[in-house]
Nanobody, 122 residues
Framework: VQLQASGGGLAQAGGSLRLSCSAS????????VGWFRQKPGKGRTFVAT????????YYTNSVRGRFTISRDNAENTVYLQMNNLLPDDTAVYFC????????????????WGHGTQVTVSS
């Protein structure tokens, strides 16, 4: 499975962005997909995950209620709608896929895309 994240950019605090994670590979729709983010000098941290069929989602506390993860398996794409952005959301965002539970850590995911930069100005 090859993943490609896109949709990052510059937004003002309180604004919105939508990230996309496009995948190639026949088994994508059987995998949990997650979004992680990495700030300069820090490790990758969990943002949100979605189950293979989109029926279950899981969020880190700091984004719950502001971010929404969704997927369209017919389009092999997972989205992260980010609303009410905060300067603290500034990071490089990565998507990952794997046969893992929703609570899996980054080291448990098998496939990673290149990151997309999100910058939120105050």
């Amino acid at each position: 499975v090859q993943l490609q994240a896109s949709g990052g950019g510059l937004a003002q605090a309180g604004g919105s962005l939508r990230l996309s994670c496009s995948a190639s590979g026949r088994t994508f729709d059987s995998y949990t997909v997650g979004w992680f983010r990495q700030k300069p000098g820090k490790g990758r941290t969990f943002v949100a995950t979605i189950s293979w069929n989109g029926g279950s989602t899981y969020y880190t506390n700091s984004v719950r209620g502001r971010f929404t993860i969704s997927r369209d398996n017919a389009e092999n794409t997972v989205y992260l709608q980010m609303n009410n952005l905060l300067p603290d959301d500034t990071a490089v965002y990565f998507c990952a896929a794997g046969a893992v539970p929703l609570t899996a850590g980054p080291n448990e995911f098998d496939y990673w895309g290149h990151g997309t930069q999100v910058t939120v100005s105050s």
